[in-house]
């Protein structure tokens, strides 16, 4: 199997260094460029397995970058960012980032996160199965959810999260088993866990009146509600 190819849009020269010798020796194939346009332009001519995208670039901020790459392509974008507000993550993903670090970050969690987005990246075969829980399904072969019998949207990570809770069969999934089962992080690895409850809300904004299907336990986790 080819090596996974890598672009890093980041302009701090010391973490493109670090962060291109760290992948380099994982046998991933790295490009780089240092602003935004420059990172457009590689992004076009190297055609990457996924990006690893700063936030705050010089001549198109990470936000429009990703905004951009989103019109054509579902490349995995992986968001690094030194603002740790709640806003910028949430606008972040809203824009089609797939994940996100905050700076300063440890190397191995920035290896840990690329090696679980290619690896839901990649494509796997399944067997035909339609979940279904009332009005709500979800087709694990065509990866389609459907509400009334009608398509809706879904992204790739809210697919997973609706199949890890039909598959859970009501159990309740706590934030940390969510992070390993869609992420594949390892409980070790210090993680915000506001990351599922921003993306539950999301996928409960598309859910519409199938919304209240997704419970939460408080100061538990989630479960699904099939009856």
Request: charge should be positive; glycine fraction near 6%.
């Amino acid at each position: 199997m080819a090596a996974a190819r890598i672009l890093i849009v980041e302009d701090e020269a010391n973490i493109t260094r670090l962060l291109r010798y760290n992948l380099e020796k994982e046998d991933y194939r790295v490009a780089a460029a240092a602003d935004g346009e420059a990172g457009l332009e590689a992004f076009r001519r190297e055609k990457p397995d996924l990006v690893i995208l700063d936030l705050m670039l010089p001549k198109l901020n990470g936000f429009e970058f990703c905004k951009t790459v989103r019109r054509d392509a579902k490349t995995p974008i992986l968001m690094l960012t030194a603002r740790r507000e709640e806003v910028d993550r949430v606008l972040g993903l809203e824009l089609g980032a797939d994940d996100y670090v905050t700076k300063p970050f440890s190397v191995r969690e920035v290896l840990a996160r690329v090696k679980a987005i290619l690896r839901r990246a990649a494509p796997a075969e399944e067997a035909r199965a339609v979940l279904r829980a009332g009005k709500l399904e979800l087709d694990l072969d065509r990866h389609e959810g459907r509400l009334n019998g009608r398509p809706f949207p879904l992204r790739a990570k809210e697919f997973e999260f609706l199949k890890c809770l039909f598959l859970a069969k009501g159990k309740v999934l706590n934030r940390d088993e969510l992070l390993e089962k869609i992420w594949g992080y390892d409980r070790s690895m210090d993680i915000d866990t506001r990351t599922v409850d921003q993306h539950i809300a999301r996928l409960r904004r598309r859910l519409g009146s199938e919304a209240g299907r997704i419970v939460t336990i408080k100061n538990v986790g989630y479960r699904l509600d099939l009856d």
